[in-house]
Structure formats: C-alpha cells, structure tokens
C-alpha cells in the first residue's frame, strides 16, 4: 500500500516507540513525503532530538534508517497539482501532501482529522491504518 506520511506522523514516530514507529518501518507499506519536510526535520532537530532523550548521533541514525523507507519526493514533481490541492485541503499548511497524494493517485497517513473535511483524497489516521494492514 502506498500512502504519503506527514511530517507530524514522522515526528510522533521518532519521539517515542509506538505503533507509529512500527508502521513507519512495515514492509508493506511504501511511504513517500514531499522534500519540504526534511526542512522541517532539520528546523526542529533540536527539539525532536531533546524529546527523544537521544543523542545527536542517534538522531542521525534514525533520520538515515527513516531516508532509506520514505521516498522524498521533490517539488517539480508534483507542481502541476499545487491548483487542485489548494482547492480540496482543509489547511494551506497541507497542500503539498495533497498535491503529492494526488499526483501519486493514493492516501495521506495522517492522524490531523480535520483533512478528512475533504472528499477526494483518503486520510488515514494510524488506527486506521493498522487496520487495513491487518485485513
């Protein structure tokens, strides 16, 4: 299955172990993320990093095991959907991964619930997820 992971799912994962975590890693998932998100990975590294209780060196690890299971997707790729995404998301800040989801023909993962006030591209919170993994 593949779906487009948003950036606080990513934080959530590398903040404590959970589900979350888990899902980020299974096998039958193919996840992918617009490239601004690494931007947000590296603005709030500290942050992340200190609530991790780790040390910088295994932040990095970390980011490196998550780089090799997350396909970064540039921004030229799927520019030509920005129009169609502003129109659908609930949020500006969401545009992106809607405009990725809908180049990618796919879902976000996702646990904001007000992105599901949409009807055009499926939002799957981690719940929900694990529940279609599991079928």
Same mark, same amino acid.
């Given at each position: 299955m593949e779906v487009i992971v948003d950036a606080n799912i990513l934080f959530a994962?590398? @903040?404590r172990a959970s589900a979350t975590t888990v899902l980020l890693f299974e096998p039958n998932l193919k996840l992918y993320t617009p490239?601004? /998100?690494l931007e947000e990975f590296m603005k709030y590294s500290g942050v992340i990093q200190s609530k991790m209780k780790r040390t910088r060196e295994e932040f990095i690890t @970390?980011?490196?095991?998550l780089h090799q299971v997350i396909t970064v997707v540039p921004p030229e790729e799927y520019e030509k959907? /920005?129009?169609e995404a502003k129109k659908i998301s609930p949020d500006d800040k969401d545009v992106m991964y809607f405009?990725?989801?809908l180049k990618m023909r796919c879902g976000i993962w996702s646990n904001d619930s007000e992105l599901k006030n949409q009807d055009? /591209?499926?939002i799957y919170n981690t719940s929900e997820l694990l529940d279609l993994l599991n079928k």
């Open positions: 994962g590398l @903040i490239e601004f /998100v @970390i980011m490196h095991q959907y /920005v129009d405009a990725l989801a055009k /591209v499926p």
